[in-house]
């Protein structure tokens, strides 16, 4: 089992940039592949960007390619997700979420394992 904590939300002017980071327990983070998506309210949770176990291998929402980098530090149990050029629209609450899969997978519901999720506010 992996339990997941998500941090380094929070306020940003439209054009910022912020960093999250999901810090994953137990030594078996290295067989997951790893995904951030977001929710916004009323909204229904998408995809924002996923990394395979070794890091060798991403995968982006066309609404952040070019502005997100999504990467992980297996030693240190960690994926990070670097936003840059933000819009109000990429305002939403980011999780984190862990699967033993071997290749991508877009939908939430293929992924076992998620973090509390932290809030990103862009202010326009």
């Known amino acids: 089992q992996v339990q997941l904590a998500e941090s380094g939300g929070g306020l940003v002017q439209a054009g910022g940039s912020l960093t999250l980071s999901c810090a994953a327990s137990?030594?078996?983070?290295?067989?997951?592949?790893m995904a951030w998506f977001r929710q916004a309210p009323g909204k229904e949770r998408e995809f924002v960007a996923a990394?395979?176990?070794?890091?060798?291998?991403?995968t982006y929402a066309d609404s952040v390619k070019g502005r997100f980098t999504i990467s992980r530090d297996n030693p240190k149990n960690t994926v990070y997700l670097q936003m840059g050029s933000l819009k109000p629209e990429d305002t939403a609450v980011y999780y984190c979420?862990?699967?033993?899969?071997?290749?991508?997978?877009?939908?939430?519901?293929?992924?076992?394992?998620w973090g509390q999720g932290t809030q990103v506010t862009v202010s326009s």
């Open positions: 979420a862990a699967d033993r899969r071997w290749t991508v997978a877009t939908r939430s519901s293929e992924y076992d394992y």
């Open positions: 137990g030594r078996t983070f290295k067989d997951h592949y």
């Open positions: 990394i395979s176990r070794n890091g060798a291998s991403t």
